[in-house]
């Protein structure tokens, strides 16, 4: 149940008007009261055999009284809504119960105590069957202010009581860092224009991929220009630029006028304070960039995250969370069309789990903003499906890591959102990763070979010697180790060395985990005459006769 309160100015007459209108895509299905400060309100949804006009001029009247009693010594903020919707698979709540959830919602915010006669008037209004509105002046019937310190953090801890005692969708307590839902309203235009998502989560989605792609503040605008929007610059007096707007092309209200969205109300990471902070560590150093291939190294970045979430400083862990999910952000745009949708829905849930009130050290993250850049920069010639897969996989552990750090400082709304991510990269490392190991499973080396390969897996991993040799990513293993042997490497030494690259406890498939290091190892430039005599003396201190191959089950797909 999510409760919103939004504050303002004069007269509740244009917020009465709206409630009991048709709404601005009619979708203001019977409009009442559920409920009022003194229970006998006029109701302009039940008075059948009366003006509406003249019930709301009524309605709106009385509940203003104790502002125009105050004349000019009245607070500016006069007038107090909060719509209280439910979600979308909650049981459909009657008239009776939305009217004690209501009493519950003004109790709590200070509107209107339990048992205070005096207190302010109010009305809750019903014109769906999933929400209400409840409408309030901010000032008692005793000519006195309420008191509502922090209303919005005890409207929210009633609300979750809420869904307890109605049995309704527990949401996850947060902490102040998420980003703006969008509006009912926002939701009803998207709906009747036929988008997948409001303007303000389009825009946000495309801002966030052009802070994820940039290197420059100028880059950042030509890449938000580049990709459909309409940027306006705030200026200072001074000429500095202090923040600014966007825009969809064609998005414009009833007067024909642009609607513009705020960096700060897209999310509050993007805000141009936030985004220079991330841009000054992220600008290339032409003498730090080490050349190779991209994916390799994003990787290997990736794969070093877990290690930040358990050993360092939650600055520098909340850092690498970032740099993930601006990763997440650019991967679906080099993704193939099949993968692309659930990396597209991995990367909207992680943005709420990169986020949070620690301040994120972003220079710790450059390796992986570099490389993740370097592969959107020049997608053709880093095209590689191996390279995805592998990325891909690298990001599930971090992901996973992601979701136990979330918890343990209790981010309950990052922790959701991060096992919501991880639900959607899993299926998009299916998608990706499957044709990959099957193409590298169709060149697996002979059986001789692969009886070698197993005695070294053996030697190198004995705990999972027998899981990877029944799994069906053995043949992919074997076909990576055997084009590393061609390029010069030593299969023995290679295993070993992924081995202690990382664990292979929490590996969900140490068979694929091996696969992808393996793959990236053997694509380095191959030791030298001493160190490959030095692999093969190594070798040859090994016994020569496997102690366990499983032929039949090794071959199983």
């Not at 304070?273 to 990787?299: F, I």
């Not at 970032?322 to 993968?339: I, V």
């Not at 290679?494 to 664990?503: C, E, V």
């Amino acid at each position: 149940m999510i409760p919103k309160i939004i504050t303002g100015k004069g007269s509740t007459r244009r917020l009465i008007a709206y409630l009991f209108g048709k709404g601005d895509a009619n979708e203001h299905v019977d409009p009442h009261l559920v409920a009022s400060w003194n229970d006998f309100a006029p109701d302009p949804g039940r008075s059948p055999h009366r003006d509406p006009k003249e019930v709301e001029k009524q309605l709106y009247t009385q509940l203003d009284q104790p502002v125009a009693m105050l004349g000019r010594q009245a607070p500016k903020t006069t007038v107090w809504h909060c719509p209280v919707r439910a979600a979308p698979e909650d049981p459909i709540l009657s008239d009776a119960q939305w009217a004690e959830i209501a009493r519950r919602i003004v109790a709590a915010a200070g509107i209107a105590p339990a048992g205070d006669t005096e207190a302010c008037r109010w009305v809750a209004v019903r014109h769906a069957d999933d929400h209400i509105h409840i409408a309030a002046t901010l000032v008692r019937q005793d000519g006195r202010r309420p008191r509502r310190d922090y209303d919005i953090r005890a409207v929210q801890r009633e609300a979750r009581q809420i869904e307890v005692d109605y049995g309704l969708r527990r949401l996850k307590p947060g902490d102040g860092t998420a980003a703006k839902r969008p509006t009912s309203k926002e939701h009803f235009k998207s709906k009747r224009l036929g988008q997948d998502a409001t303007s303000r989560e389009i825009l946000r989605r495309r801002v966030r991929r052009a802070m994820a792609a940039a290197s420059t503040e100028t880059q950042f605008f030509v890449l938000l220009e580049a990709s459909g929007v309409v940027v306006r610059p705030k200026t200072e007096p001074s000429g500095d630029v202090s923040g600014y707007s966007v825009s969809l092309p064609g998005d414009v209200n009833k007067q024909g006028e642009p609607i513009w969205y705020a960096d700060s109300t897209l999310s509050g990471d993007l805000s141009l304070p936030q985004v220079r902070k991330r841009l000054a560590t992220t600008a290339l150093d032409p003498v730090t960039v080490q050349p190779g291939n991209p994916w390799h190294q994003a990787t290997a970045a990736a794969e070093r995250i877990p290690h930040h979430l358990t050993r360092s400083d939650d600055g520098v862990a909340q850092g690498q969370l970032a740099a993930l999910g601006g990763a997440l952000d650019l991967l679906s745009l080099t993704a193939p069309a099949a993968a692309r949708a659930e990396l597209e829905r991995a990367a909207a849930a992680f943005e709420r789990a990169a986020r949070s009130r620690i301040a994120a050290d972003h220079a710790s993250a450059r390796a992986l903003r570099r490389s993740v850049q370097a592969i959107w920069n020049d997608p053709v010639r880093h095209g590689e499906g191996a390279g995805l897969a592998m990325l891909i996989d690298a990001a599930l552990t971090a992901v996973a890591y992601a979701v136990h750090w979330h918890r343990t400082r209790q981010h309950a709304q990052q922790e959701a959102a991060a096992e919501q991510a991880l639900v959607h990269l899993q299926a998009a490392y299916a998608q990706v990763a499957e044709p990959v190991l099957v193409g590298l499973a169709h060149r697996s080396p002979g059986l001789q070979s692969k009886r070698r390969y197993a005695h070294h897996l053996q030697e190198s991993v004995p705990k999972h010697a027998a899981r990877i040799l029944n799994d069906r990513a053995w043949d992919a293993l074997a076909t990576v180790l055997a084009e590393a042997e061609a390029a010069g490497h030593n299969a023995s030494a290679l295993l070993d060395q992924a081995a202690r690259q990382r664990t292979l406890e929490d590996a969900r498939s140490p068979a694929r985990a091996l696969t992808w290091r393996i793959h990236r190892l053997g694509q380095r430039h191959a030791p030298g005459p001493q160190a490959q005599a030095a692999n093969a003396r190594h070798t040859v201190q090994r016994p020569a006769t496997p102690p366990f191959f499983p032929e039949a089950k090794g071959h199983q797909r």
